[in-house]
Nanobody, 128 residues
Framework: QVQLVESGGGLVQAGGSLRLSCAAS????????MGWFRQAPGKEREFVAA????????YYADSVKGRFTISRDNAKNTVNLQMNTLRPEDTAVYYC?????????????????????WGQGTQVTVSS
């Protein structure tokens, strides 16, 4: 059984940094595609970043490129999201997700429907 548990969220001022972590059980994160999504109140869940199985490729939403970095820690079996230069519009619940299915197209990483397993989310609040 796959379980994902996010941590590291909190309240930070604009311009600050946070590091989110997603601990996986029931699978080795290096062997599966992993993604981060976020959902703000009243909005749809949106793609933030993803890392392909094996860690060869990373993908980012335009809104976070240059500010966020996704990475794996294989020793801890976690996927991390380093978030720098945070903005109030980054405020959301952040979710970790993974998928059994192979992704043949880059665009497949961007859609929540392409991921079967989700964590419970961690709140990130950026004050102005």
């Amino acid at each position: 059984q796959v379980q994902l548990v996010e941590s590291g969220g909190g309240l930070v001022q604009a311009g600050g940094s946070l590091r989110l972590s997603c601990a996986a059980s029931g699978r080795t994160v290096n062997s599966y595609d992993m993604g981060w999504f976020r959902q703000a109140p009243g909005k749809e869940r949106e793609f933030v970043a993803a890392i392909s199985r094996g860690g060869l490729n990373t993908y980012y939403a335009d809104s976070v490129k240059g500010r966020f970095t996704i990475s794996r820690d294989n020793a801890k079996n976690t996927v991390n999201l380093q978030m720098n230069t945070l903005r109030p519009e980054d405020t959301a619940v952040y979710y970790c997700a993974t998928s059994d299915r192979l992704k043949y197209y880059v665009s497949s990483y961007y859609y929540p429907r392409e991921y079967e397993y989700w964590g419970q989310g961690t709140q990130v609040t950026v004050s102005s």
